[in-house]
């Protein structure tokens, strides 16, 4: 959509990339400090633990049957404030730098159901030291009751259920299952029974996620096809050209394996068509896995579809979607041979059941109405009518598509970078000024900077923006838009009156949102090009910026490609005279410059320049003495000596000159040269100031 200046990014080919990540200096916290919040920590946690061992006399646990965390925990208000303290206690021993100082930072609040996420890590701990016979008890039931409900909740029946760390690692226990399921003599005779194997995944999708499962399970990296996007699309799926490449490789005698679709897993949150995608890999016995945001949408959904006529398996990121803090990524797949779902595991009792207690406790404490209504919550604060899980917008006052084009072709105009950096103070002022609204800076591969927002990505103590902030949100977008057509203006403006100034000189910023740089430059000082005048230039620059900025913060210093320091203007609204805005500048400079030494450095050179020629005069007059001899000199000797030995004849001009504007003195220098090169002379430069 594009509105009030705001063109809303399409679906880009985003390739991802492994992102450096800088590591902050961290102050050494004093050895007392340490001792005394691990003891305090040490001493709340076992009164926690001490509160969970109620589970022994519980009738609940006598009997095998897993009991809500809630239930040992005590009253509660006495859980909440056990559990404050303890909070308190960890926010003390990881939040303070140094002894006596305020915490730099704060813990994110928890609220009851987060509070009940956390007590449920601690209660898998405890549960793992059950006898094997009891604890099979308890993680079957909690394995059996989160199965069933996610089944439900996101509509694929018949389905199995496994929880992982993160999305990478369902594609690896997804790619395994599709193993199994293609090839039944992988788990006798391993990677042999599996004769060059094919996966197939678009350029913008989760290419670094295959590549670590393939290399996990000892496959080459040749077996993974990038499949382009959809011509238009700017990210969907080709099924066509999905369909040929499966075709050439069951050609080549290869084995089509496994494909991965895009349900809003993208930086723009575009989805795949789904169901031609699906009739492609029934087709050819291909393993069809489903990730992204827009899956959420299933927990809202109306009607008796189900997700396993579509797809074999599905990823669902809980955590992010609910803001709950550590919940295991869970894969919800069609069920295959009992031994294949228990082969890559451990432990399976441990590793993929007792791991779902945390989903379990939360289920328990949302139910699906609450669920589906936070889920709900967040498609709406998308303002759209359909399921779409993230927005991508810019500010763009030009046609997007004749960027995509320049784009398209590895160019970057000087515009683009422009743009680029006016996209990004937009979303720094808007990040400060709505907070509530969890905006993201990003740099998409066709359009450059852009900003993201997804309500499924949301932190511990994060909510859904509501409608009555959405509003307050829409009209500080609107006023900063306004400052950006009003500075894109008004910067033509600007430039063609810098360019007519007699002592301002137009400084190229492209990596400057506002207005643009200029420099003063007093007349005739900026073709000094000594040391010492690019020191005076540049004091004179950083005086200037310092009496700007005394009447208005849109001054800053900054610095030109040369090196030299340049005044910065920023951003201005529409009833900004640029005009009289400059003459403030050269009013400004030349009241700096009358108190500056300036005149001084300029009489300075001067002086030395004098000083110089004299010197210099006096040592060619005493070499020149003796290159002639002394006789020459002499009374009546001497004009005896040159009437018998004339001297050679002098042409050209003789003495010495100073440029000032450059600051080299120059000697008019006398050379006996062949008669044929008589009349010429030559300038040599003797020093530079």
Not at 275 to 288: D, I, K, T
Request: proline content about 5%; aromatic content about 6%; some cysteine.
């Amino acid at each position: 959509m594009t509105e009030q200046g705001v063109t809303s990014v399409p679906n880009p080919p985003v390739t991802e990339k492994d992102e450096s990540q800088q590591t902050e200096h961290v102050a050494e916290i004093p050895a007392s400090t340490v001792r005394s919040g691990l003891v305090e920590l040490e001493n709340r946690a076992s009164q926690l633990i001490q509160s969970m061992e109620n589970l022994k006399t519980s009738p609940d646990a006598t009997a095998g049957t897993p009991t809500a965390p809630q239930t040992p925990i005590g009253v509660p208000h006495q859980r909440g404030e056990m559990l404050q303290r303890l909070s308190l206690g960890l926010e003390t021993l990881i939040c303070t730098t140094e002894s006596g100082v305020e915490p730099e930072y704060s813990l994110p609040p928890l609220n009851e159901v987060s509070q009940l996420a956390l007590i449920s890590h601690s209660f898998v701990a405890y549960l793992s030291h059950l006898r094997r016979s009891q604890l099979v008890k308890v993680t079957t039931k909690i394995a059996s009751d989160t199965n069933r409900w996610l089944s439900h909740i996101f509509r694929f029946s018949d389905s199995s259920t496994s929880y992982h760390n993160d999305s990478t690692e369902c594609v690896l226990r997804a790619l395994r299952l599709a193993i199994v399921s293609k090839c039944p003599g992988y788990l006798e005779a391993g990677i042999q029974a599996l004769a060059n194997p094919c996966m197939y995944v678009t350029e913008n999708s989760a290419l670094l996620a295959l590549q670590y499962a393939a290399r996990q399970l000892g496959l080459p990296s040749d077996c993974i096809r990038v499949v382009p996007s959809s011509p238009g699309s700017m990210g969907t799926m080709d099924v066509a050209t999905l369909q040929r490449l499966i075709a050439a490789d069951v050609a080549n005698k290869r084995v089509p394996l496994f494909v991965i679709a895009n349900v809003g897993a993208s930086v723009c949150g575009f989805v795949d068509n789904i169901p031609q995608l699906y009739e492609v890999c029934r087709a050819g016995n291909v393993w069809l896995h489903c990730r992204g945001h827009s899956l959420a949408a299933l927990a809202t959904a109306q009607g008796n579809g189900d997700v396993r006529e579509l797809c074999d398996s599905i990823s669902l990121s809980l955590g992010s979607w609910l803001a709950v803090p550590s919940l295991p990524v869970v894969l919800l797949h069609r069920q295959i041979q009992n031994v294949a779902l228990s082969v890559f595991e451990s432990d399976p009792i441990v590793s993929r059941r007792l791991n779902s207690l945390t989903l379990w406790t939360t289920l328990q404490a949302l139910g699906r109405d609450l669920i589906s209504e936070r889920i709900l919550m967040a498609f709406e604060s998308m303002l759209f009518e359909i399921a779409v899980s993230v927005v991508v917008f810019q500010f763009h006052q030009k046609s997007p598509e004749t960027e995509a084009e320049a784009a398209a072709q590895g160019e970057r105009t000087e515009r683009s970078r422009y743009l680029d950096r006016m996209n990004e103070w937009l979303g720094e002022i808007i990040q400060r000024d709505c907070p509530g609204v969890d905006l993201e800076i990003i740099d998409h591969a066709v359009y450059g900077t852009a900003i993201r927002f997804c309500p499924f990505e949301m932190a511990l103590g994060e909510s859904v923006p509501t409608i009555e902030y959405l509003e307050h949100f829409a009209a500080c977008l609107d006023l900063q838009v306004g400052i950006l057509k009003a500075t894109e203006r008004h910067k033509v403006t600007f430039q063609e009156i810098v360019k007519r100034s007699e002592v301002l000189r137009l400084i190229p910023l492209p990596d400057w949102a506002g207005l643009g740089g200029v420099r003063f430059v007093p007349d005739g000082w900026e073709t000094l090009l000594t040391d010492q005048a690019k020191t005076e230039l540049n004091k004179l620059n950083t005086d200037l910026v310092e009496a700007l900025r005394s009447t208005d913060s849109a001054f800053t210093l900054g610095e030109g490609g040369d090196g030299l320091i340049c005044v910065k203007l920023g951003m201005v609204t529409e009833e900004t005279d640029v005009e009289e805005l400059l003459d403030v500048v050269i009013s400004v400079g030349k009241s700096v410059q009358e108190n500056s030494r300036v005149l001084d450095s300029m009489s300075e050179i001067v002086k030395k320049g004098i000083e110089t020629v004299t010197a210099d005069l006096q040592r060619e007059s005493d070499e020149k003495l003796w290159q002639d001899g002394i006789l020459r000199h002499v009374p009546i000797v001497g004009s005896v000596f040159n009437w018998w030995s004339p001297p050679p004849k002098e042409t050209g001009i003789k003495g010495r000159s100073l440029n000032l504007t450059q600051g080299v003195i120059y000697r008019h220098g006398v050379r006996t040269l062949p008669s044929k090169h008589a009349g010429r002379h030559t300038l040599h430069p003797l020093s530079k100031l």
